[in-house]
């Protein structure tokens, strides 16, 4: 049996610590301040044309650099040529980020895409990684994907606007865990699975006002966190 009590009474950074001013999201710096703070950090994986594993949020690239064009269009050698926000610093391979992390926080991997071919070719990553991660995505696929071929790994289904198929997935497969919006975490149906013993990750926080408000709902937290 798997043991997850590890992902509780967290606030995991989400997209690391940053205010896309000066610290991009999904940036090396962003990862870079929430390791040192010992922060978990959230990150978002998709394909690059060449099917590469950038760290990315979006599925267009125009809010981070301008460039109007998907990440889906553009070789990772074309997308780390984009400076995010203006600065300095390039969206990164997933590789990367994991030898910067190096196993001294946990890694919150959402993956972005629906194809299921990403699935090993993440997975033929996190094999080799020392540190703790936990896998989350929209798709339920996705997250079957890893339960099936990958039954060791803690694996979460986000829920999101369609609330009532996604959680009759989560029934049927009963996943580690659900990241659910703070505006469904009160709900009675997400609360009876909290109650028989689901764990509950909550997004996305807004600061320590915002945990205090619903740390009776939830056992960890997704959270927008800024550097000082």
Not at 53 to 80: A, W
Not at 173 to 185: H, L
Request: glycine share 4%; net charge positive.
């Amino acid at each position: 049996m798997k043991n997850i009590d590890y992902i509780k009474k967290l606030a995991i950074a989400h997209r690391g610590i940053y205010d896309n001013k000066k610290v991009p999201e999904n940036s090396f710096l962003a990862f870079l301040l929430a390791k040192k703070s010992k922060l978990p950090i959230e990150l978002d994986v998709r394909y690059t044309k060449d099917k590469k594993l950038v760290v990315f949020h979006d599925n267009s690239l125009h809010r981070m650099t301008q460039i109007n064009k998907k990440v889906s269009e553009c070789t990772f050698d074309e997308i780390k040529a984009f400076p995010l926000i203006k600065t300095s610093y390039r969206a990164p391979l997933l590789s990367e980020v994991l030898s910067l992390i190096d196993g001294d926080v946990l890694i919150n991997i959402e993956i972005k895409e629906k194809n299921t071919n990403i699935c090993l070719d993440i997975a033929d990553i996190l094999d080799n990684y020392k540190g703790k991660f936990i896998i989350s995505s929209f798709y339920p696929s996705i997250i079957n994907w890893f339960k099936k071929n990958r039954p060791n790994y803690i694996i979460g289904l986000i829920i999101g606007v369609d609330f009532s198929s996604r959680f009759t997935f989560f029934n049927y497969y009963k996943y580690d865990f659900i990241a659910v919006s703070k505006r469904q975490v009160k709900l009675k149906k997400v609360q009876k699975c909290r109650k028989n013993g689901t764990i509950i990750l909550t997004w996305t926080i807004q600061g320590n006002e915002e945990i205090s408000k619903y740390q009776d709902y939830s056992d960890s937290f997704i959270t927008n966190i800024k550097p000082d």
